[in-house]
T-cell receptor
Framework: AQSVTQLDSQVPVFEEAPVELRCNYS??????LFWYVQYPNQGLQLLLK??????LVESINGFEAEFNKSQTSFHLRKPSVHISDTAEYFC????????????????FGKGTKLSVKP | KAGVTQTPRYLIKTRGQQVTLSCSPI?????VSWYQQTPGQGLQFLFE???????NKGNFPGRFSGRQFSNSRSEMNVSTLELGDSALYLC??????????????FGEGSRLTVL
């Protein structure tokens, strides 16, 4: 079965500092990988995704993530964070090449709360 | 294009009651998934509907049920509410089935409090 582990539940960081949010997954099949962000009192929004091709994917607001198949990781990075990046970030995996059944859904990690301080 | 709309946004119920939550997906999206979000368990998959049929189901008791209508709108129902059902219930839509696209568009959720 697939699972997702986000190694840090909370990450405090100062504004303009770099940040890395870690995500590891376990799956016996090819996967699609996602990062979602949730701002307070809102639903989740897709930040970036890896489906195939280049292992480095970028979002429009400066975040990037690299798919590392050998380490089964999909860590999220940003070289310089802003106060507005304060939110909870969720890593998710879906069995992209599997047929239906219980593996056909998106499995989320427990989330990492990023707190950016001035 | 309008996003995913969930109603009601907030509701309070007492133990033993039942509740129905509604979700209107993005126009053209045929798949609707439901998730329960709690501080302790995080996001847990409830079920997915595609073309009015339940395609996937998570590990929740039979008190949790859902359906999808011909216009892709979906409802989920929880009967005989328990205190532990207090949570944010998130609906998400996607163009195709999750197993083929994997990308979800979420609503803002319905926050259920059970007293």
């Amino acid at each position: 079965a697939q699972s997702v582990t986000q190694l840090d539940s909370q990450v405090p960081v100062f504004e303009e500092a770099p940040v890395e949010l870690r995500c590891n997954y376990s799956s016996s099949v090819s996967v699609y990988l996602f990062w979602y962000v949730q701002y307070p009192n809102q639903g989740l929004q897709l930040l970036l995704k890896y489906l195939s091709g280049s292992t480095l994917v970028e979002s429009i607001n400066g975040f990037e993530a690299e798919f590392n198949k050998s380490q089964t990781s999909f860590h999220l990075r940003k070289p310089s964070v802003h106060i507005s990046d304060t939110a909870e970030y969720f890593c998710a995996v879906s069995g992209g090449t599997m047929g239906g059944g219980s593996q056909g859904n998106l499995i989320f990690g427990k989330g990492t709360k990023l707190s950016v301080k001035p | 294009k309008a996003g995913v709309t969930q109603t009601p946004r907030y509701l309070i119920k007492t133990r033993g009651q039942q509740v129905t939550l509604s979700c209107s997906p993005i126009s053209g999206h045929r798949s609707v998934s439901w998730y329960q979000q709690t501080p302790g368990q995080g996001l847990q998959f409830l079920f997915e509907y595609f073309s009015e049929t339940q395609r996937n189901k998570g590990n929740f008791p039979g008190r949790f049920s859902g359906r999808q209508f011909s216009n892709s709108r979906s409802e989920m129902n929880v009967s005989t509410l328990e205190l532990g059902d207090s949570a944010l219930y998130l609906c998400a839509s996607s163009l195709g089935q999750l197993r083929t696209t994997g990308e979800l568009f979420f609503g803002e959720g319905s926050r259920l409090t059970v007293l």
